[in-house]
C-alpha cells in the first residue's frame, strides 16, 4: 500500500513538474477572474514568479497581477509588490513603469475618497447573448437578450424565470443589433432581412413596432433620449460623410445636428446638450455641445465618455489621469466643465449606461484586455488543432492585428497602450518557439502592420484622427533589425494592410469608410481598387489569399468566391459573420462555427466546392469579432475573438447636491 501511495505521489509530482508558466498563469487568470477567489489567484501568481523566475516577462507579469489582485481586496500588501517589480525587473520596461505608476498613485496622501454610500455589485446575466457590450442587454434588474433557438427578441427576470417574447422575426429574417431605452420601456432594433436591413422601434411589452427610416446596422453606438422620445445616430451621405441627427420615434422627423458624427453621442437628461465622443474603446478628447446646435465644447482631452449623471450634473468619464484607469464625475455647467473631476472607482469601465434608477451599469473588460488570442497546431492534413493560448505580452481594448513572418516563426502584433492617460499603439515582434518580444514601433491611436513578403521589414498603415470624416493613412516601411521608419505615403480613410503582393511592390489594403480592397503601389502611391462591398465594415469581409489567387467575401449570409485577377463571383458556403481564412494554397477556406452538438468547431470547406468539414475544437465562443491568421507553412494558426466581460453595476455614487441656503 505504501509503495502505491508513492507511486502515486511521484506521478503527480511529474505531472505538477510538467506544468508550464504559462498554464499556470493561465490558472490564476481563472480564478481571478471566472471564480472570483483573488486570494487563490494570489497564491497562483505568486507560484509563477517564484517556480518559473528564468522567465522574467511572465514573472513580472505575475506579479504586478497579484498586486492588483491585493489592491482589489483593500490590501496594502500591493506595495511591497510594487516594489519589488520597480526594483528588480527595470529589464522588463512595461512592467516596472505600471508597478511605478501604481506606486505613485498609492502613495498619494490625498487619495479621493469614494463616496460613503456607494455600493457596488457583479450583475450575473442568465443567458449567453454573444453581444460586444453587455449593457445593452440589461439595466441591472432584467435581460434582453436573443433566443438561440427562435431568433426572437426575449426579456427575463436575473433569475432567468420570468421570460417573454418581444419580438420574433419571420422566418429568414434575424435581428442584428439592439440597443434598449434606460428604462428598458423601449428598444431600437436592426433587422437582417432577404432584401437588406431594416430599424424599428418596440415597447419591450411587445407591443408598438414600428420601422424607422434609417436601416442598418453600424459601428456607431446610438443612443435614446432620456424621454424615449428620439433616437440619436449617425447617417452617412452620398460623399461617404457622416452627420449627427435625431430621429423621431413618433412620426420618424429627422433633423440634423451636426455636420460631423463620432461613434459616441449621449444627451442630457434635460435634452439640452449631447455629449461627444469618437470612440469608446480608448481615451480620446470629449466635447459637450448644444443639442439645438452650435460649437463643441472641449471638456476633456484624454477620457473615455460613458454617460451623463440622472440629475445632469456631472459627466461620468474614464480616465487614467492619475497612473491607473478609474471612473470620475466631471462636473458640467451650461455645457462647460465647471470644476475638477471627482474620483469614483478604480477599474476599467468599457461602456456604461445610465439606468432610470439613476445606478450606472458598467461592462468591466478582464484584466489582460478584451482580446484574446490562441496558437493551434495542424498536422500535414490540415487536421487535429492543438489550442493554447498565447502569452502576449501587451493587453488589448480591441482586436489585436496580427501578422506572420515568412518563415511562420515569429508574428507582429500591434496592441493599445492607455497609460497615464495617453492613447498609443505598439507593434511588437513575438517569437512563437522562445515567448520572446520586444517592440519596434510606436505610434498613436490607430495602428495595423503586416511583414514583407521578402525583406526584412514591416509594412504598416497608421491613422491619426482615425474617426474624424477626413482623417488619412500613412503607410509605413519599418526595418526589423534597426527599427528605421520609412514613410512611404498615405492614402485617405483608414486602410488595414492586409498582405504585401510577393515582390513587395505592392501592398493589399482594406480601407473604411470607403468598404474597399485596393491594390497600392508602393512606388506610385496609385491605389486600385480589386473590389467593393457597399455597406458597414464591408472591406473587413474581403479575405484573399496570400498568394493572391482568390478572393472571398459576404455577399448577405452567403460567403461567395472568386479569382483574385477578376471573374465572376460563386456561392461557397452559407455562414453567418464569423472569423475566416483561406490556406495558403487557396484550397481550402478555415471557419469558426457550431457543429450538430453544439460545440464551437474548426470547420474547413473546399475552395473548388463540397461539404464543410469539422477539423478540430475551436478555444473561443465569441464568433461577433476576432480574426483568423495561418502561417506561411501552412502549419500553424491563431485565433483571435473576445475574451469577454463582468457587468457591474454602482449605486448612490453621487456626491450629496449641497442644501439650498
Known sequence: MKKGILLVGLL???ALAAETGAELYQKAVVQERAAGNLEEAIKLYQRVAKEFASDRPLAAKALVQAARCYEKLGQDKAVKIYEQVARDFGDQREFAATASARLAVLRLGDRPAV??????????????????????????????????????????????KDKRVIFKPKAGDRVVAHVLSRDLSMIAFSLKTGDGYRSAVIKTDGTGYRELTHSGPSEVVPDWSWDNRYIFGCQSEPDGTRQLVRESVTDGEIRKVRGACGNLNRPSPDGRFIALAASYMTFDKVFVMPSQGGEPQLVSDSARLIDWTRDGRYLIIASARL??????????????????????????????????????????TYAGGAYGAWLGALD???????????????????????GWSPDSTQIVYTASDEAAGQNAVAARLHNIATGEEREV????????????????????????????????????????????????????????????????????????PSDELIRWDISTHQATTVDRIPGWSGAATLIPTPAERSIARRNKDTIEIRPMPGGDWKPLISLSPTQMVFTPDGKWLLYHDVDTAGRHSLFRVSTAGGRPERIGDFPSVRKERGDLIISPDGKKIIAQALTGSEVWMLENFEPKQPAAK
Request: glycine letters at 10%.
Open 12 to 14: 503527480v509530482g511529474v
Open 115 to 160: 463616496p460613503a454610500t456607494m455600493t457596488q455589485r457583479k450583475i450575473e446575466l442568465p443567458f449567453s447573448n454573444g453581444s460586444v457590450l453587455h449593457v445593452f442587454e440589461t439595466d441591472g434588474q432584467r435581460q434582453v437578450y436573443m433566443d438561440a433557438a427562435t431568433g426572437a427578441l426575449m426579456i427575463s427576470d436575473l433569475a432567468g
Open 323 to 364: 497612473g491607473s484607469e478609474a471612473l470620475y464625475l466631471l462636473p458640467i455647467k451650461d455645457g462647460r466643465p465647471a470644476g475638477d473631476p471627482a474620483f469614483v472607482r478604480y477599474g476599467p469601465c468599457k461602456f456604461g449606461s445610465i439606468n432610470a434608477a439613476g445606478s450606472l451599469v458598467c461592462d468591466s
Open 380 to 402: 500535414p492534413g490540415g487536421h487535429r488543432v492543438d489550442w493554447k493560448q498565447l502569452n502576449l505580452r501587451a493587453n488589448s481594448g480591441f482586436s489585436f492585428t496580427t
Open 441 to 512: 514601433y510606436r505610434g498613436s491611436e490607430w495602428l495595423a502592420c503586416i511583414w514583407s513578403a521578402q525583406h526584412p521589414n514591416l509594412f504598416c498603415g497608421e491613422a491619426h484622427e482615425a474617426h474624424e470624416p477626413e482623417h488619412v493613412t500613412e503607410v509605413l516601411s519599418i526595418s526589423i533589425d534597426s527599427g528605421r521608419v520609412e514613410r512611404l505615403g498615405s492614402l485617405p480613410g483608414t486602410g488595414y494592410p492586409v498582405f504585401s503582393s510577393p515582390d513587395d511592390r505592392a501592398i493589399n489594403m482594406a480601407v473604411d
